[in-house]
């Protein structure tokens, strides 16, 4: 037999193997696993549906205390049996190469423990606002992911929104001149007396670490700048629900420059959810402004539009995260982001409790 031809054809079908593997990789971008721990409201109903639409992040196991729910999720997302941890054998998850990330969506105070033992496990750890309940325990994590040589993020979402964004583009570009304050606000009317939102062990505070943060984190990143001295007001009509955590704060913020920010938060009514940023030469703003959808910009000048379509910030941020792993660059909003937050929230309940302005550590 000539055997000429059968080499031809055996180089050829090797050549077309290696040149579909090279389109399917090209079509296929790299998806890192991601383990996500506590299978409560948000990885249930906004994280999880998330990973099902990323295009570099995908659910590869999950962390429960309760049975029922990782037969429920093995079900729903085809999960092995050995893809479903819980608390106790967590720490096995080093030896599963099927894991890159794990996000951490447990109740603040369980932040700091978990984010702990994931970089211990040599996992790259993305971390639920508020990042923990104190600066300590924030800078004691930055310090665990350090050493374990492994990416911290904090899930701020809204730093990926393309309103967010552009509303930093205008405060960097002098758009409307140079800011001279922020007013911003988030608050809602909390329910179910008995949830963990309201016991300050597990919360660690009340609306101020649950959405007074997004209000926070607001100013920092609209001004570019980090706050000094913090001045802050506390309100509560329910003294019962409200007996472990704070209800209602108002709070004036001074940074550096002279810029200035107002800001509240309340778990006693709906509808605050915006900011203004009065610069020099205009002025802009966003109401809703932090919510899972329905973003809205407003600028005072007609010629400068701000309307973005809508986007879902849980695929936005755990892409962003990531692609930060497969390329080697850092992540946009790593674990210092979370301790100056922390940094200032701590202010805030100095100030309440001494009664007058506080300055801030420095991070
Ligand atoms: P949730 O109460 O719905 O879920 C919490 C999960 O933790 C549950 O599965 C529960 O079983 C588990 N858990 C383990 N130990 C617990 C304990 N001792 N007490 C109570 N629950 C315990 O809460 P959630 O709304 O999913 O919030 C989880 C985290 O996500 C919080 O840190 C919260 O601030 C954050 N969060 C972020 C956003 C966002 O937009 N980024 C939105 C909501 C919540």
């Not at 304050?181 to 007396?193: R, S, T």
Request: some cysteine; proline content about 4%.
């Amino acid at each position: 037999m000539n055997r000429r031809p059968f080499i031809k054809l055996a180089v050829g079908a090797s050549l077309a193997s290696v040149y579909s593997r090279a389109q399917e990789a090209q079509a296929e971008p790299k998806k890192l696993g991601w383990a996500l721990v506590g299978l409560g409201s948000l990885s249930k109903n906004q994280i999880a549906p998330a990973l099902l639409k990323s295009k570099h992040s995908r659910l590869a196991a999950v962390v429960t205390g309760t049975p029922a729910k990782g037969v429920e999720w093995r079900e729903k997302y085809g999960l092995a049996e050995n893809k479903v941890y819980n608390y106790e054998n967590f720490d096995k998850i080093i030896e599963d190469k099927d894991v890159d990330v794990v996000y951490i969506v447990l109740p603040n105070s369980m932040h700091h423990e978990y984010v702990l033992r994931a970089a211990k496990a040599g996992k790259h750890v993305f971390c639920e606002k508020p990042m923990a309940n104190t600066a300590k325990e924030c800078r004691e994590m930055i310090a665990a992911c350090e050493k374990a040589k492994v990416l911290l993020g904090v899930a701020y979402r809204c730093q990926f929104e393309a309103h967010h964004l552009e509303a930093i583009r205008f405060g960097r570009e002098k758009v409307f001149g140079a800011l001279k304050h922020v007013n911003a606000e988030f608050g809602f009317k909390i329910g179910d007396p008995k949830q963990w939102r309201l016991r300050k062990d597990l919360a660690g505070g009340g609306a101020l670490m649950d959405v007074g943060v997004y209000a926070l984190n607001a100013c920092r990143y609209l001004t570019g700048e980090e706050p000094v001295e913090i001045s802050a007001l506390e309100t509560k009509t329910d003294p019962v629900k409200f007996a472990e955590v704070d209800e209602t704060i108002t709070w004036q913020m001074k940074f550096a420059s002279g810029i200035t920010a107002n800001c509240m938060t309340t778990y006693n009514f709906n509808g605050a959810n915006n900011f203004t940023v009065t610069a020099e030469k205009g002025r802009y703003g966003m109401g809703p402004a932090y919510g899972y959808s329905g973003q809205t910009g407003w600028t005072s000048d007609a010629k400068v539009p701000f309307a973005f379509p809508p986007s879902d910030h849980f695929v936005l941020e755990m892409d962003a995260f990531s692609e930060a792993i497969i390329n080697g660059k850092p992540f946009a909003v790593p674990g210092e982001e979370g301790l100056k937050d922390l940094l200032a929230v701590e202010a805030i309940y100095r100030s309440i409790k001494n009664g007058k302005p506080e300055a801030v550590e420095k991070a």
